[in-house]
């Protein structure tokens, strides 16, 4: 009799459980998992920031002496670009001519992130904090 109850039991869990598929149920995600549907924290987001400024702030720039910029992201070095460097467009995509790009891979959907622009004299031009948010390319200008 126990072995008539207890054979039921095992199917009905064994059923329950291979119905469970875990993974990331979030579709802003780029590994969002269309078959999940138990969430298991996995997702994983992608952004991206683009650094510009125009020719007036270059012209600016060049006419104090500067010759190179030293970007960084999150304390991080990110790139070295020319102040003559600029971009010609009013609102540049990200990985446009002129511009410093960074492209970022979170755990959550949106987080914010210090930056920091000096000259190669350690003299900061720009600093403040950018909040990146999932599958958007977040635009910051540059300016004096």
């Known amino acids: 009799m126990k072995k008539l109850f207890f054979l039921p039991l095992c199917s009905i869990l064994l059923i329950v459980s291979s119905c469970i598929k875990p993974g ?6 780029s590994n969002y998992d269309p078959d999940a549907n138990d969430e298991d924290k996995s997702c994983v987001y992608q952004s991206s920031v683009v650094f510009w400024f125009d020719e007036e702030t270059s012209n600016y720039l ?15 070095f990110l790139s070295g670009g020319a102040a003559t460097s600029y971009s010609a467009e009013l609102m540049p ?3 446009a001519v002129g511009t410093v790009t960074k492209d970022v891979e979170m755990v959550v959907s949106s987080k914010t992130y210090s930056y920091k622009v000096m000259d190669f004299e350690d003299y900061v031009w720009w600093s403040g ?16």
């Open 24 to 29: 990331c149920t979030d579709s802003e995600a």
């Open 62 to 76: 060049t006419d104090n002496g500067v010759i190179n910029l030293q970007y960084f992201f999150n304390s991080n």
């Open 93 to 95: 995509d990200c990985g």
């Open 129 to 144: 904090t950018v909040e990146l948010k999932a599958n958007e390319c977040v635009r910051v200008k540059l300016e004096l």
